[in-house]
Nanobody, 122 residues
């Protein structure tokens, strides 16, 4: 019953900005880590950013200095702020959560959102 829902995708011009949101809901869980992935047309899905709870956020080299991840723990929401967007950033962006669930306990279970499309026009 846990689900992740991404919002905020759309069409933006090169050089513009966009913020994606991911809300985790349902069940009883603890968030171990959150991450953002993307799948560029014709390529394999790739890691954009990883944010372990209590740890340091890491970014793919292709987005360093342009993308920023943040979390609102009270809302179980993670954000991906994207700036200086390039046409090469066009992709379906996916939210990922590493959760510990309960009753019975399950540790380190991966959940995925359905994705949101970001299109950057040149």
């Amino acid at each position: 019953q846990v689900q992740l829902v991404e919002t905020g995708g759309g069409l933006v011009q090169a050089g513009g900005s966009l913020r994606l949101s991911c809300v985790v809901s349902g069940g009883i869980f603890t968030i171990n880590a959150m991450g953002w992935y993307r799948q560029i047309p014709g390529k394999q899905r790739e890691l954009v950013a990883s944010m372990p709870t209590g740890g340091s956020t890491s970014y793919a080299d292709s987005v360093k200095g342009r993308f920023t991840v943040s979390r609102d723990n009270a809302k179980n929401t993670v954000y991906l702020q994207m700036s200086s967007l390039k046409p090469e950033d066009t992709a379906v962006y996916y939210c990922n959560a590493d959760l510990t669930t309960y009753y019975p306990k399950r540790y380190g279970v991966d959940y995925w959102g359905k994705g949101t499309l970001v299109t950057v026009s040149s």
